[in-house]
């Protein structure tokens, strides 16, 4: 398997400290190092997570509501543990691309990831109560799909270096096709469904499905849980992070809604990118890897 240490260094050379006079120790890790981390983190089957904070997150967490979750304690104080996961190999992202804090990368533009940076200081004040420590590291929470549409061809490596590593468990919209699922997880990936909207309350529900799989399987496998639930699944990840090794979570994005033709957010159509031409370019590369590996 490749080796992805090397291009992560090569990435942390030219990266840089972030930070503003209020969070001066703020390192934020842009597109291709957040992927190559995780990439890294999973090549050598470490445990990990991949937690994709957005302003929903933020909101809930401080007993503000969501455009698709309601507000109530429970999930408030869910969330608030999520945040407050610190320790190796806990990739915490939060959506603070600005030029101000050197987290703005090119192809970037208002309603295209970029963020006002009066906005990424309301963000980060509001986010460091909860962090458990001074913020520092910060990785993308727009990894996948700003590279997508900016870089394809390491949007491809990485959805297929996913699909190679053992995607045991895809939790998510109920409505995602299974074309689409097959392509990006392949066969063997078991389909937990949650609701499209208001997952929270299904929340006990979808955990136990997960438990049910997870406690019958190997527990030597290592394995790639992969979630697309919106703030819900952070909350997941929380949970199951705290009751098992050999797993990295992985929160997926609006990549998906775009790979399953939905429109759902500005970025998708301010780039005007194509999402179900994009994947069936993925499986065509598939389907030639598996070629060549028979020939």
Partial sequence: MKNYTIALALCALTSSIAGSTQFPMLRFHKTKETLFTIMDLISQKQKGIYLRFGDGDINLANGHGDMLQKPNDRIKREMQGAFLLNGPNIIKALPIMCRELDSFEEGMFYLNHEVEYKVCLQYLNKTQP?????????????????????????AIEFLKFLRNSNCFMLVGNKDIPPVVRKVLFGDKCHFVPTPTKQAYEAIDAVEQECLTYLDNANPHDYKII??????????????????????????FGSMMDAMCGWNTRAWIGLTHFNGVAFLKKLAHSIAQDMQNNNN
């Fill in 130 to 154: 909860l962090w458990g420590q001074p913020i520092t590291d910060v990785y993308s929470p727009v990894a996948l799909h700003f590279a997508g549409t900016q870089y394809p061809e390491l």
């Fill in 226 to 251: 992969v979630t697309s639930m919106g703030c819900a699944g952070r909350v997941l990840q929380k949970r199951l992070w705290d009751r098992y090794d050999n797993i990295f979570l992985f929160d």
